[in-house]
């Protein structure tokens, strides 16, 4: 394709992006699509010869645009929104058009300093310390993919200042010298004896990322139960037993995952008593996972049921998605650390070929030093974008059209006695599932498969499950409504919830003809 080519062939995906966007609730929300559905049309082989690109993107539209869920639907209502913008797929155009694998500032300067730039406006948007700015000489933040991959970058730094931690105290055991700063060698059968002692933290609610992080550094996470009626937070106290349990078993705590909006249910951990509780132990990291509803601080009215301040107090990082309900197409996902030693002394590993004189005289970030990968993409001009075409303004009025929408549903489901609200609606976000007179809890269970089941094979209807976990209640199944999507009016969510009510009637309807 040459530049005249690709001017045709740009404006014509522009056309049919138009096109999508301006008839896209005229669609259903979801694909229905059997497995195999694309591997069936398609070539195994790759193509010989190059093609037209006419005859490429038309195959676009034909064979891959039935085997889309349409994300920006208004009425897409699964898991957690996904939110894009236009400002955004502008900015991956240019991102694109340019692109670098920006891991040093000298790659293009351009690169670091605007992610620079933007990750200060988020910290003055979301409201966080002025210490996790990278002006502050001390914290800072990066962009990266997902939560999981910056769960992963934060349990690493964890985990290096923990065994530095105890190479310390295996110094001053053995009366060998400790150096004060930086990495403190240790012999490294020492160094896998500390390894294997330590033990992450979070509950039965923290997202799976938790577990799998553990999973990938071969550590141990220990699950932790949440009640109920604490709204399926974690609590300090359950935090601190486990821990002295643990440290009497020989164990060492490095690790704690605060969640601010769990994925199940939205629930807010106490961040205040669990960040006293790390404040007891030189080796324990507290990571705050606020992925979806970290955008959320961006509004002052939420910030206290959010429990900013603590995060502020406590959290020695904290991440949220922008790619989910903040308007940035995937990937964009903000982290931010309270010392970004943290992260250099764990991940700093300069061979020659990758020394800037820059870097040597500590004038410039390399962001490389802050993540695991080597190379990244240019992230930060699609954020940029957004938020000087949104301005924060514009951010927040996208942000409580979704939480008001949630609580006129949430009205309209506490008036209908068939339903029971099963945890604190937060946000965007209710769970919620039928109930049926004299059912039993295990029946209650079935029940509600069956509503979720019959829901999910309609094209019109996308509501995820999950199954929420308590000492005081046991394991509840129930149907989450999560509402972000930037065009979602009222009418929307009215009538996917008028669906919900159908399919409930008749199912209520067909279990009481097959008991009579
Ligand atoms: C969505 C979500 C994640 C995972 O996010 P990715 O960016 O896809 O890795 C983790 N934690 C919470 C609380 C989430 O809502």
């Known amino acids: 394709m040459d530049v005249e080519q690709f001017r045709k062939a740009g404006y014509a995906a522009i056309d049919q992006i138009c096109d999508y966007y301006s008839s896209i609730e005229q669609r259903d929300v979801k694909s229905l699509v059997k497995p195999g559905y694309l591997l069936d049309q398609l070539s195994t082989t790759p193509p010989t010869k190059g093609e037209d690109f ?22 897409f209502f699964a898991y957690f929104p996904s939110t894009v913008t236009f400002e955004s797929i502008l900015g991956d155009m240019y991102s694109s058009a340019v692109s670098n694998p920006g891991f040093n500032w000298a790659c293009s300067p351009a690169c670091t300093e605007l992610e620079q730039v933007v990750m200060e406006w988020m910290v003055t948007v979301l ?123 020989g164990f060492v705590p490095f690790f704690v995952i605060g969640t601010v909006g769990t994925t199940s249910s939205g629930a807010v951990d ?35 049921a ?109 008036k209908d006695a068939k339903f029971e609200i099963v945890a604190p609606p937060r946000l965007g976000l209710l769970c919620f599932r039928l109930l049926k007179d004299g059912a039993s809890a295990s029946e209650l269970d079935k029940l509600n498969v069956e509503l979720h089941t019959r829901l999910a094979e309609r094209p019109d209807v996308h509501l995820t499950q999950t199954i929420l976990k308590s000492e005081d209640r046991g394991e509840i199944f129930c149907i989450r409504f999560a509402i972000g999507a930037l065009r979602t009016t009222k009418q929307d969510v009215e009538e996917v919830w008028d669906e919900v009510v159908k399919e409930s009637d008749r199912l209520v309807l067909e279990g009481n003809q097959v008991t009579n």
């Open 127 to 249: 409201g966080l310390d002025d210490v996790f700015r990278t002006s502050s000489g001390k914290g800072g933040g990066i962009i990266g993919t997902s939560a999981s991959d910056m769960c992963l970058t934060a349990a690493i730094a964890a985990r290096e200042r923990a065994l530095r931690v105890l190479a310390r105290d295996h110094h001053q055991v053995n009366g060998t010298a400790t150096p004060t700063e930086g990495p403190t060698d240790v012999p490294y059968s020492v160094r896998s004896e500390n390894t294997k002692r330590l033990v992450m933290y979070g509950s039965t609610q923290t997202h799976s990322i938790g577990v799998k992080t553990a999973l990938l550094l071969g550590l141990t996470f220990r699950t932790l139960p949440v009640k109920s009626a604490d709204g399926y937070a974690l609590r300090g106290d359950l935090l601190k037993a486990a821990i002295e349990e643990d440290i009497k078993k």
């Open 54 to 75: 006419p005859a490429i993107a038309a195959d676009f539209q034909r064979l891959v645009m039935p085997g889309i869920t349409h994300w920006q639907h208004p009425k």
């Open 270 to 304: 106490y961040i205040g008593d669990i960040g006293e509780v790390v404040h007891q132990y030189p080796t324990m990291f507290l990571h705050i996972d606020a992925a979806w509803a970290g955008m959320a601080w961006a509004l002052p009215e939420q910030r206290e």
């Open 306 to 414: 959010l429990r900013l301040a603590e995060v502020n107090k406590y959290g020695d990082s904290v991440c949220t998605n922008a790619h989910k309900w903040g308007l940035v197409g995937f990937d964009c996902s903000l982290f931010f650390v309270r010392d970004r030693r943290d992260l250099t002394e764990a991940l700093d590993v300069t061979p020659t070929y990758l020394r800037t004189k820059e870097a040597d005289a500590g004038a410039v970030i390399d962001y490389r030093n802050w993540q695991l990968a080597l190379g990244r993409r240019f992230r930060s001009v699609k954020l940029w974008f957004v938020m000087r075409g949104y301005g924060v303004e514009g951010l927040q009025a996208h942000l409580r059209n979704g939480i008001s929408l949630c609580s006129d549903l949430v009205s309209e489901v506490a």
